[in-house]
């Protein structure tokens, strides 16, 4: 018969001699077992709070975190149905010792304009300002008070996301404070709907924040939309 | 031959001659093997001392299928091919914000960025150190990478790398992805244990041309243990061994040395050895692969399910939402236009329910499979367009990809090597390097 390796090729475990068959044998087990508690634990992961995953939870977030983390609630169970538009004002010190405060910039309306008629958004644009935002509501209490750690995290990320855009020099000044808010809008429903939606937009506004050296990022000396003076 | 390889019933609707040959050889796509066992199990022999012989007959015909062969070799390639296609897209469409998306002085700073992992443990290279020229090194090796293996160059190797450079991009500024960075987060894993590079690479090429002295191999090998070692040094200090994490560094480390073991034993070692390290590479990669198409399952299953519960879901009007949203409506016209018509819409909304609830069933019928494989492809098409999203898009239809008939892609093959002049068809080739003693080299 010649090689066992040609034999093996068409044969599998089969066509290994004994002792390399009980090799064979036990990584088959051991890898069959990995296989299926990976697709479990995955599966746990993803289904609704049940059961199992009471009794286990511990176990299954020790196996799936961080690198296995995942949601697949895509648009569910029902899709975003507001634009959330997030908006920042800056107080700037002027050289003159005079402060004055900027209206309302509206930065995820800058992100719209970048994303409109592109094919290729970028993660800056899409994701940025907009995940950013949804990090802050969510480690946030509705009084803007930070949940531990991450709501601190969310709330420097946050100011520096506004630095980059917002330039730490401005209209020939230095921007001392920024205040955030966001403006919530309900999509109006489609026009064969009778349903009535009230598009009236509503805001929830941060307190203000002093800009320290920390909440600027690379980039930041200038304003994005305006040449520094 | 064995006794059970022709014997049994097969069942199987002959997708080409080159699939019925089911020598093991042959392999058809894990996938398409499903409805195979449904319809074994449905025939029950009359005899009871039949019944006995044919259940261990499946038993072992069941071993040597898993064993004898990588199975879904083109399906591995596509899903190679695929994500790494997608990957090297997205880091070349965001050369110029790399900095602002992962550099040490972005918004989501190297500091911020290591308070959070601090706390999760989760891999990335980019926290070793601060400094910009390390952050733009980490980038060109994710590129780097990403080009050689969907060019399939030493393929094992680049989808470690591969994983190095996803892992530590995304694990390094979570917050700036979206579900596109999830699936292919995972696939780079769950790639990483298969036999991705049997066709369509240049390592098949290379095996194909036959044995050669062969000095790239040790020489990368040499430089991704030196690779390794200084991360491990750099790492050992921040407790990350103990934070769950560890478990990567034995893939890491599990994966060199066995290159190097092959290495040895293709040279040095007996048929035998070889044969054992070949049918454990199998063993792997079809685990692998089956976990590739649970996790897609698993993707429609959730997206789907949750969605029935969902109020506009079921009044038919949920896809009117996401065209209004002004960051998922690049092209408004567009999106207004299809939002005019309230039917469209209610088709659409539920026709997206149906096939995904539905598409972990339909692996049980090819041809009902690979029509809503069809429309799920499209849908993600639409999805790039009309959402703004081609690259959560891409990463989906690569994910999809591992359901695709064997016929399908060796016909998309055999096309695409007409497309090269004097080029020789895949299916030549993959059979010169079958027929061909393949020279097992460091790094293969």
Known sequence: MGHGGANAASRGIAGLPFRFQVVAALALAVIGVIACVQIGMVFLHVAPSNTVSKEYGKAVDDWIYPEFEQNWK???????????????????????????????????????AAI???????????????????????????????????????????????????????????VDRIQVRSMTTSVKGPSWSDEKTDTRPSYREVPWWTVTPADLPGGAGDARTEAKR | MSTYDHDGPT?????????????????????????????????????PRA???????????????????????????????????????FLLRELPNRRELYGPDGPWSWDLGNRLVSGNHAFTALLWTDSTVWFEIVYALAIVSSALLMLGWRTRTMSVVFMIGVLSLQNRSV????????VIHLMAI??????????????????????????????????????LLVGTWRTSGSGVFGGGEWWLWVVFWGMWAVQGLWWVVGRFADGDSRALLDVLGNLVHNAAMVVIMAEVCLVYATAGWYKIQGS??????????????????????LSSLLGTSGVIVMLLTYGTVMVQVAFPFTLFNRRVKNVLLVAMMLEHAGIAVLLGL????????????????????????????????????????????????RPRTLVG
């Not at chain 2, 298969?194 to 090429?205: H, K, Y």
């Not at chain 2, 939402?321 to 998922?328: R, S």
């Not at chain 2, 016929?407 to 096309?415: C, H, I, M, P």
Request: hydrophobic share 40%.
């Open chain 1, 74 to 112: 895509l648009f569910a169970p029902n899709p975003l149905q507001q634009n959330i538009n997030v908006q920042a004002r800056a107080e700037i010190k002027m050289p003159g010792g005079t402060v004055r405060t900027t209206d309302w910039i509206d930065f995820s309306a800058q992100d719209g």
């Open chain 1, 116 to 174: 409109q008629h592109n094919p290729l958004p970028s993660h800056t644009e899409q994701n940025e300002l907009r995940r950013g935002w949804d990090f802050f509501v969510g480690s946030h209490t509705d009084d803007n008070k930070p949940n531990g750690l991450r709501g601190e995290l969310s709330e420097q990320y946050l100011r520096r996301i506004v630095m980059l855009r917002l330039g730490a020099h401005r209209d020939g000044g230095t």
């Open chain 2, 11 to 47: 069942g199987r609707p002959a997708e080409s001659p080159a699939a019925r040959t089911a020598n093991g050889r042959h392999p058809v796509a894990a996938a398409d093997a499903l409805p195979d066992a449904s319809k074994a199990s449905d025939r029950t022999p009359q005899a």
């Open chain 2, 51 to 89: 019944a006995e012989a044919a259940a261990e007959t499946r038993a072992a015909r069941a071993v040597r299928l898993v064993s004898a062969a990588a199975l879904g070799p083109y399906q591995s390639a596509v899903v190679r091919i695929g994500f790494s296609a997608t990957w090297l897209f």
């Open chain 2, 175 to 182: 917050f700036m992805g979206d579900g596109g960075d999830n």
């Open chain 2, 190 to 227: 769950y790639l990483v244990f298969t036999r991705c590079a049997q066709v369509w690479s240049l390592d098949a090429r290379r095996a194909a041309r036959g044995v050669r002295q062969d000095r790239v191999g040790p020489v990368l090998w040499a430089v991704c243990g030196l690779g």
């Open chain 2, 312 to 333: 506009r879901w079921q009044d038919g009007t949920a896809l009117f939402y996401p065209l209004k949203l002004d960051y998922f409506s690049p092209w408004p016209e």
């Open chain 2, 390 to 437: 081609p690259f959560f898009s891409l990463a989906m239809i690569a994910a999809d990809a591992v359901f695709l008939p064997t016929s399908f892609l060796r016909r998309v093959g055999a096309y695409a090597g007409r497309l090269r002049p004097g080029a020789r068809l895949p299916e030549q080739r993959r059979e010169r390097a079958e027929q061909a003693e």
